[in-house]
């Protein structure tokens, strides 16, 4: 099996791309098919067309191999987070799922919600460097760039989750503000 992979390499690794971008894509749409939850700004402002536009990341084993790696990887690890959220927000629909969060920030602290995303995103990416360590040279072993690809899902982690949270809070904090703009969603399920 590892033969006809390291065989098939960009092939391979194009399908693997693949199947990470659409789980990231699918998992979204599972719990925001409005994109109103959606940490990614980019994608929250450019939408459904956009993220599908991501799939084209699927041909970067063809250009470069490390960076088709850290993609890989980050992607997985995105495609992994989304799905743990998927039964909740199916099971409350996204507009209660949304006024959820909105009704913790309005009770909490932002730095409290600050505080345990950071502590998390710092042990992501030091997952991420342990890995490089043991794989310290970049031209000669994958892992350094597998490494690289969990420190890059703990920084744009952090990056969107921390700025959710800012936006989150700041809207939770408003004078007269019932609950977020959320349209709820006809994909809930019974």
Known sequence: MSAFFFDHLKPCLCVLLLISRLGDILSTYMVTPSLALEANPIVKKLGWPFAWLTLVVCFAPYVSIQASLPLLVASLLVSASNSAKIWMARAMGEAEYGRL??????????????????????????????????????????????????VLYGVVLGGY???????????????????????????RVP
Not at 106 to 124: E, K, N, Q, V, Y
Not at 170 to 182: D, G, H, L, Y
């Open 101 to 150: 969060l909105f009704r913790l920030a309005s009770t909490s602290r932002l730095s409290h919600a600050l505080l345990a995303t950071w502590i998390s995103c710092f042990f992501m990416m030091l997952t991420g460097a342990v890995i490089c360590l043991f794989y310290p040279d970049p031209a000669a072993d994958p892992g350094f760039w597998l490494g690289g690809g969990v």
């Open 161 to 187: 989750t921390t700025r959710a949270f800012i936006r989150l809070f700041a809207a939770a904090k408003r004078p007269r503000v019932q609950a977020p703009p959320v349209i709820d969603s006809p994909a």
